[in-house]
């Protein structure tokens, strides 16, 4: 079995207790740029980043040493760090030792080394300083600390070799839960498969009803032994999605003649894991963290041999029967795991778990990313940030003396800002910066090394804690800023500015995740146009884009157009009576449940008003801002078979996708809207860049993002090959063919007034 050197010390030179006390670190980009420093030093004959690999116990072992100095026999593990050096905890001391002397044993087995000088090297890239610490071994003492090791993880070793042999058995023999494919899901079938084979990037549109997740998840399965894949990632935006998962994944498991040794895991949030949110994440203070690598052992056995799904709630009831944190189990199993079912964020963001484990471990991961049009906008949030000045000033008055310095430098730096843009004085002004301020960037530095310095010894301060994440994440970000994001001050009044780093293309952050991975899937019922999505995903340029034949019929649904209406912001007062006509009237020639969506809460409030007004007899309920989730269910739960009446509800709002009322609970919905994003300067900042970059800025912007809002609410009208129902879609610029070429195909439109769809290759985007 192939093990990388890092995995198996993480997980036989672990004790101790979980200690996630913040300590000011490196990004990546330090990282490597420290590295390089300490390597660059050591003169000629230095050997960096030193490949070594070899067996022990039935093990093939792999890694990259940082250098090797043949003339002084010496071999280096160099670890970069800030500040003082004693916040590292021992057990994380512990583990670099033990990845050191792995490297070494390795190192002495191939070259036939009697001895060897080992020293673990500690920069410190703020102050540019090195602390060595350094042991001379022999290689039978290496062999035997190697040996040591892999005796420990070989019985584990073994269990998962056999896991493997027998699951890649079981699925060679997997069965579809059903005798029949529902309409087109073979189709989708085949063409998720085929992308895992080939280890290819798909994008797959098809219709809600089709059966994606049970269609996406069997051939991907059935590739992992036939294609030596290692990993199934299932990666969704909502909660819903990952329910549908586990679900899907139940039934499958189900139907099979024989059990399926499958390990399924769970991955939630850590606020929604976390059994005591009012404690640190540490030994001393936590009762679930102190001892947790100890009885991890007997937890991760257990969890490994679970035969259901490792949900939420059954890692829970597992973790705290060991004494040990849930949210902390689980992120272990993901080491263990066959298929993750997670959020977005595990794989993509800037500190993504299913990422890092993936590059560590050189895995062959396969993705399915579900409603994969969200993830355009998740990816701008995740590499978007911003500094709020307000924390600053609020913190200066409590803040213990030895932050008083970097703080009020700080201070002097935000003035600066303002001053040097003229908002000194101006109260909701908002300017698009050129550049990120140095001088600001330099001494918020300055601020994290000391906070950090003072956490060390006060680790409680919770205020001082979010101030840091927040300086740390923005500096991060800005070290790589560029023309995918935009520099944004804005002041609200007197110590209330702001100043954001706002991600406009999340493709050039993206590219390296979908690179990792060995096959990408995404799916949802809206991806068109195809080169909209890869173009700010950053998916390879071999992406193959598929739209699966819609189960659906054109009759089964009834589009209808009200082009004599305008809803622009400038007309708006003048549509809503004729908005609500347009309602009454179809609800009177047809009584059921219908939705109506509107671009905004002030929208919904006047049509719903003049309704009222109008027809005071007609069942009428509405979404409001800040909807609990009680709140969110009782509104849901008016559309009921035997009811009538018009839900109001904010188009891309939690009712505009990913809800499910099929029948009579749902005949039709009206769509008074085009759905385009407000014309602020910071969406006409992104339609210039995307102009520039892609040649379509308006509809990168607007037209593309707003429509895809229609179609999904558009989309909760017919959810089954039974269901009837009309779509109302209200707005003259519907009349237009390049508006209506971006409805589905399957819908029934007059051709004089269908816009051609796009032929030919579907990643064109320009002429």
């Known amino acids: 079995m192939r093990i990388a050197v890092r995995t198996l010390c993480e997980f036989a030179a672990r004790t101790g207790s979980l200690d996630h006390r913040y300590t000011p670190s490196p990004t990546a980009e330090e990282g490597i740029e420290g590295h390089a420093r300490v390597q660059a030093s050591r003169g000629d004959g230095y050997q960096a980043e030193l490949p070594l690999s070899g067996e022990c116990r039935g093990l093939l072992l792999s890694g990259r040493a940082d250098g090797y100095d043949p003339a002084r026999n010496r071999l280096e593990e160099i670890k970069t760090h800030r500040g003082d050096l004693s916040r590292l905890s021992e057990a994380q001391q512990a583990l670099h030792r033990a990845q050191l002397r792995v490297y070494g044993a390795l190192l002495c087995a191939r070259d036939g080394l009697e001895s060897l000088e080992l020293a673990l090297i500690y920069y410190d890239i703020g102050k540019d300083r090195e602390t060595e610490r350094s042991e001379q071994q022999s290689a039978a003492q290496l062999q035997g600390f190697l040996d ?38 073979r189709q989708l079938s085949e063409s998720v498969y085929k992308a895992a084979s080939t280890g290819r990037a798909l994008m797959l549109q098809a219709p809600t009803g089709i059966g994606k997740t049970l269609g996406t998840l069997y051939p991907t399965l059935m590739a992992l032994p036939r294609r030596s894949i290692d990993r199934v990632f299932y990666l969704t935006a909502r909660n819903t999605g990952r329910q549908l998962a586990l679900d899907a994944i139940l039934q499958l498991a189900g139907t099979q003649p024989e059990p399926v040794p499958l390990r399924v895991l769970e991955l939630s949030a850590r606020e929604h894991a976390c059994e005591h949110p009012d404690l640190a994440c540490h030994g001393d203070s936590c009762p679930l963290a102190q001892g947790f690598f100890d009885r991890l052992p007997a937890a991760r056995q257990e969890a490994a041999g679970a035969r259901e799904p490792l949900d939420r709630g059954r890692l829970r009831e597992l973790a705290l029967k060991h004494d040990i944190c849930p949210y902390f189990l689980g992120q272990e199993m993901a080491r263990w795991s066959d298929l993750v079912v997670a959020d977005l964020n595990h794989f993509f963001d800037r500190q993504a778990l299913l990422h890092a484990l993936t590059k560590q471990n050189d895995w062959k991961a396969a993705l399915l990313i579900d409603e994969a049009h969200n993830l355009i906008d998740r990816a701008r949030g995740m590499y978007s940030t911003e500094l709020d000045q307000q924390r600053l000033l609020q913190l200066k008055r409590t803040a213990p003396a030895a932050l008083k310095k970097p703080l009020d430098s700080l201070a002097r730096q935000w003035n600066a800002l303002l001053r040097e843009h003229g908002m000194n004085d101006e109260t909701g002004a908002t300017k698009q910066l050129a550049e990120l301020p140095k001088e600001l960037n330099g001494a918020l530095q300055g601020l994290v090394s000391a906070i950090g310095d003072y956490l060390a010894e006060h680790p409680a301060d919770a205020a001082l804690q979010e101030l840091l994440f927040e300086a740390v994440g923005y500096l991060r970000l800005a070290e790589r800023f560029g023309d995918h994001s935009l520099a944004q001050l804005s002041r609200a009044g007197r110590g209330k500015a702001r100043l954001s780093i706002r991600n406009l293309v999340p493709a ?46 054109a ?213």
């Open 555 to 767: 009759d089964q649904l009834e589009a209808r157009f009200e082009t004599a209406v305008s809803t622009r912001f400038r007309d708006r007062q003048a549509s809503i009576e004729p908005i609500a006509r347009i309602l009454d009237a179809q609800f009177r020639a047809q009584p059921g449940n219908y939705l109506a969506y509107f671009s905004s809460f002030a929208y919904l409030d006047a049509v719903y008003e003049r309704l009222q007004q109008d027809a005071p007899e007609l069942p009428l309920w509405r979404q409001s801002s800040g909807m609990s989730q009680q709140a969110r269910q009782d509104f849901l739960d008016r559309f009921d078979d035997s009811g009538q009446g018009i839900g109001f509800a904010v188009l891309g709002g939690a009712f505009a996708e990913g809800i499910d009322l099929p029948g009579e609970r749902l005949i039709g919905a009206f769509v008074a809207t085009l759905g385009l994003p407000p014309f602020d300067d910071w969406h006409e900042e992104l339609r210039a860049r995307l102009q520039r970059r892609f040649g379509r800025g308006y509809d990168y912007a607007y037209l593309y993002p707003g429509m895809q809002k229609v179609v999904q609410a558009a989309g909760r009208v017919i959810r089954t090959p039974e269901d009837r129902g009309t779509v109302i879609l209200i707005d003259d610029r519907f009349a237009r063919p390049e508006v209506r070429s971006l409805l589905p195909a399957w819908w029934q439109i007059p051709a004089r007034l269908v816009g051609a769809h796009s032929v030919g290759d579907p990643f064109r985007h320009r002429g």
């Open 148 to 185: 040591e090791l892999c005796l420990a993880y070989r019985d584990w070793a073994e269990a998962e070799s056999a896991h493997r042999a027998a699951r890649d058995a079981a699925l060679q023999k997997l069965r579809f839960p059903y005798r029949e494919f529902r309409h087109g899901q």
């Open 508 to 553: 050039d952050f993206l590219a390296e995740r979908f690179a990792a991975a060995h096959s990408s899937t995404l799916f949802s019922a809206t991806l068109s146009p195809p080169f909209y999505h890869r173009d700010l995903l950053g998916l390879p340029a071999d992406t193959v884009w598929q739209e699966v034949e819609s189960p659906f019929a």
